[in-house]
């Protein structure tokens, strides 16, 4: 079993900055990609940046220059510092990771619960 939890959510002003953090834990040989989706209400699920294990990352283009994000391997953490938020950016965030268990050779695609993020004045 692997469990992402993620923290950091909450409300911001526009043009504000957030920092969420997601730490994984349970049954892990390695951890490949891992990323940050959204998913605002009443739209889809919607990626927002990923990462690679040797930190290759990509963004959004609705996020691009405002949020980067980075990840610890030895962790098994990524955060996401976002800068410059919208109203547009609040939604529920998720953070994702393509976990290998021990002593297997194919990964496995785990979600966290989610965290709030709402951008307000």
């Known amino acids: 079993q692997v469990q992402l939890v993620e923290s950091g959510g909450g409300l911001v002003q526009p043009g504000g900055p957030l920092r969420l953090s997601c730490a994984a834990s349970?049954?892990?040989?390695?951890?490949?990609?891992m990323g940050w989706y959204r998913q605002a209400p009443g739209k889809q699920r919607e990626l927002v940046a990923t990462?690679?294990?040797?930190?290759?990352?990509n963004y959004a283009d609705s996020v691009k220059g405002r949020f980067t994000i980075s990840r610890d391997n030895a962790k098994n953490t990524v955060n996401l510092q976002m800068n410059s938020l919208k109203p547009e950016d609040t939604a529920v965030y998720y953070c994702?990771?393509?976990?290998?268990?021990?002593?297997?050779?194919?990964?496995?695609?785990?979600w966290g619960q989610g965290t709030q993020v709402t951008v307000s004045s």
């Open positions: 349970g049954s892990i040989f390695s951890i490949y990609a």
């Open positions: 994702k990771a393509g976990v290998r268990p021990p002593k297997e050779l194919a990964s496995y695609d785990y």
């Open positions: 990462i690679s294990r040797g930190g290759s990352a």
